[in-house]
């Protein structure tokens, strides 16, 4: 329980970095959805087996990390965390597709390494870039953006709703946990059982939550709009933000960057 606890205060210090002052920051955050679901589309778009033409796309993270003061090691953390969900889905890709499709010296590279290690690196790519959205925009922001692109209102309140009980849960469950280990008076881990009342515990205490939040909101003129932290105002420098993201992603996608900068390389080596 602990363990969750923490987890959950981690997502809550990503969210707590939206609250910071940069350029990344005062951009509208319609523009920054814009360029990350063309991001993520031009990642998923390249073939299963392409690695290298992949390798300029982590300008991107790396360029938004610097100028909106993310720290390096909190992505670090939340891709570690995320990991072995990208592993299992690739991890069987040598062992079914043994077909050599390139040779590396004198090792023959199958298509199954080839596509685990890239659904490694999009991977990588993508959930850099959502994590990087809410480090720079804030979770309130970001419904309220997908709202006004058309988003149905009931499903952005539902996910803001559901973020925001997750840590009203995560304390109900440790003050339980923490009340269960100081009665008991023995320490120990509590038993399957003791698991299961527990959960109902849980339950019917959240059940009540719930509705004594329903009754505050109404109480405070919740009307079911959501409203963002920040008036949005679209301004020129969100134009050129988006203007200047699609065309670094059209490049790359279209443009070969990988392929001529190695061929460059390989001429002026020579």
Request: aromatic share 12%; proline share 4%; charged share 15%.
């Amino acid at each position: 329980m602990v363990r969750i606890h923490a987890a959950v205060s981690d997502v809550g210090a990503l969210d707590g970095l939206a609250s910071q002052d940069s350029p990344i920051h005062r951009l509208d955050p319609r523009a920054k959805i814009a360029v990350t679901a063309m991001f993520l589309a031009a990642v998923v778009s390249f073939p299963k087996y392409e690695i290298a033409e992949m390798m300029p796309l982590f300008l991107y993270p790396a360029v938004l990390s610097a100028v909106g003061q993310v720290p390096a090691k909190t992505l670090l953390r939340y891709l570690l965390l995320a990991s072995p969900f990208a592993l299992l889905v690739g991890v069987f890709n040598p062992l079914l597709d043994r077909e050599v499709v390139v040779h590396w010296g004198s090792w023959a590279v199958t298509g199954g390494w080839l596509s685990f290690f890239s659904i490694l690196i999009r991977f990588v790519l993508t959930v850099s870039a959502a994590l990087l959205l809410l480090a720079c925009t804030g979770y309130v922001s970001v419904c309220a953006a997908l709202n006004r692109f058309g988003a149905p209102r009931l499903l952005t309140m539902q996910f803001l709703m559901l973020y925001r009980f997750i840590f009203i849960l995560s304390d109900e469950a440790s003050r339980m946990v923490r009340a269960h280990g100081l009665r008991s008076g023995s320490g120990r881990k509590p038993t399957l059982r003791v698991w299961g009342s527990l959960a109902g515990h849980l339950l019917l205490r959240a059940y009540d939550r719930g509705l004594r939040v329903h009754a505050a909101m109404l109480a405070r003129g919740f009307d079911g709009t959501l409203h963002p932290p920040r008036a949005f105002r679209w301004r020129w420098a969100d134009s050129l933000f988006v203007a200047g993201c699609a065309l670094f992603l059209a490049l790359v996608r279209f443009g070969h960057v990988a392929e001529r900068l190695g061929a460059w390389v390989l001429r002026v080596s020579g």
